[in-house]
């Protein structure tokens, strides 16, 4: 089975630009999670949904974050507009059920924002 | 106080060695407590979980928890240069997983 799927792997933009960042969850998962992780904050939940529906969002930085999860298969995080702060490495997990459960994790998306 | 807490490290070792890493957390009324191991540039995995104070042995790798301490830990025995990573500590905190910072582990051969 596939794990965790997420696109771009690398994504350089420039200030003021708008990024999507894409993640196709493990197939029957119910839980999806987006972390997003710098040397400074370490690893943070930005939010997370169940059966499509968004939860918590309380981590998202502010406004200019969003996040959808359109179906079982597909979630976005959206930047608009970006700024240099907020480049990091950007993690979707998915998991059967929140917890105790394990997160299984994409392989990432760096985000650069010059 | 930060919700979980981990010393950054870096945390060096010689291969053969116990590792011992630890965790604080914040949050009296947590349940359950996960270590995840990342390499450089990959994504963290789930090496361990843990639910009930005392031990917990998988392998070479062995959990505590204290939970009226507000303490967790993993030791790993007979370290190996590939347990070289940083190591992270994860609570359940009200249906979130809250990681700490992580502890960077080298084991020299």
């Known amino acids: 089975d596939a794990g965790v799927i997420q696109s771009p792997r690398h994504e350089v933009t420039e200030m003021g630009q708008e990024v999507t960042l894409r993640c196709k969850p493990i197939?029957?998962?119910?839980?999806l999670f987006w972390y997003r992780q710098t040397m400074m904050r370490g690893l943070e939940l930005l939010i997370y949904?169940?059966?499509?529906?968004?939860?918590?969002d309380s981590g998202m930085p502010e406004d200019r974050f969003s996040a959808k999860m359109p179906n079982a298969s597909f979630s976005t995080l959206k930047i608009q507009p970006s700024e240099p702060r907020d480049s990091a490495v950007y993690f979707c997990?998915?998991?059967?059920?929140?917890?105790?459960?394990?997160?299984?994790f994409g392989e990432g998306s760096r985000l650069t924002v010059l | 106080q930060k919700e979980v807490e981990q010393n950054s490290g870096p945390l060096s070792v010689p291969e053969g060695a116990i590792a011992s890493l630890n965790c604080t957390y914040s949050?009296?009324?947590?349940?359950?407590f996960f270590w995840y191991r990342q390499y450089s540039g990959k994504s963290p995995e789930l090496i361990m979980s843990?639910?009930?104070?005392g031990d917990k042995e998988d392998g070479r790798f062995t959990a505590q928890l204290n939970k009226a301490s507000q303490y967790v830990s993993l030791l790993i025995r007979d370290s190996q240069p590939s347990d070289s990573a940083t190591y992270l500590c994860?609570?359940?905190?009200?249906?979130?997983?809250?990681f700490g910072q992580g502890t960077e582990l080298s084991v020299k051969p």
């Open positions: 997990a998915s998991s059967r059920r929140q917890g105790p459960g394990e997160l299984f």
């Open positions: 949050d009296r009324v947590s349940q359950s």
């Open positions: 843990i639910y009930s104070n």
């Open positions: 994860a609570v359940n905190q009200g249906g979130k997983l809250i």
């Open positions: 949904f169940n059966n499509n529906v968004p939860i918590d």
């Open positions: 197939s029957g998962h119910d839980y």
